[in-house]
């Protein structure tokens, strides 16, 4: 009999996770679904009052805040980045400010953090890195030009670094979900727009914060340790057609 066996609970029992943009939506739902598995959990977000204070677009606020999670936790197991904001407009109108400010949350932040928490994982020879992508990761989305942009990096960055740093232990994923009921969603896709939207979604509807949750917990468990490099798309079959 084979010595391999898969945990079918996914526990994460005294692992460390720091969740990027953890102090609401997504990441908050998937700090609460890790730590329900037994994971230890170091919020970093913008929001005032978050446990590590991080703006993930400034290196210097990210080794610091990575420090900092470092010193309090003695290590990362699991880095989640789920820090993003969206800009809409038509492409043609889009202003730079608002191009550059989504490019430097959700890609550049995206990439500092993988970077910083990257190396301590290569040094320990292991963790598990997740980074929220999106729908607007695979397709066009009409008002979304700099926001698809930065998910398509999000994608691109995630298999190159599940390239390079697989072979020392660190495995990197990516989740693209459809729109999720957070505020970010509203702000998105409330009004009329949305109801179009889910009219093409042959679930027929949006999804829920602990739906993409559970599939961190997979992703971070030592069950999907052949996982890697997978952009996980969560999005009722938005993107199937
Ligand atoms: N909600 C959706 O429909 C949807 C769909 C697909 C992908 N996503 C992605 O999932 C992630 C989470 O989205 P959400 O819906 O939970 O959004 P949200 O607005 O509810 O939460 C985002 C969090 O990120 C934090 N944040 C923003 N800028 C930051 C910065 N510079 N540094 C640190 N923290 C920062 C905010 O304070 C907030 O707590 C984002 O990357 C988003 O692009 C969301």
Redesign the pocket.
Known sequence: MSEHAVDLDFRLDDRVALV??????????IGEALAAKGARIAV????EG?EFP?????PD?VSRTVGAVVEAHGRIDILV??????RLGAAEELSVSDWEATI???LT??FLMCQAVGAHMLAAGRGVIIN?????GTVALDAHVA?CA??FG?VGVSKVLAAEWAGRGVRVNS???????????????DGPKGDALKKLIPTGR??Y?DE?AAAAVYLASDAAGMVNGADLIIDGGYTIK
């Open positions: 990027t943009g953890g102090a609401s939506g997504i990441g908050a739902a970093a977000d913008l929001a978050s991080c703006n993930v677009g400034d606020s980045n789920s820090a993003g904001i969206v430097a949350v959700n932040g995206t929220m992508a999106s729908q607007a926001y930065s998910k999000v989740i693209s979900p459809t729109v999720v009921l957070t505020e970010l969603g509203h702000q998105a896709w949006f999804a914060p993409i």
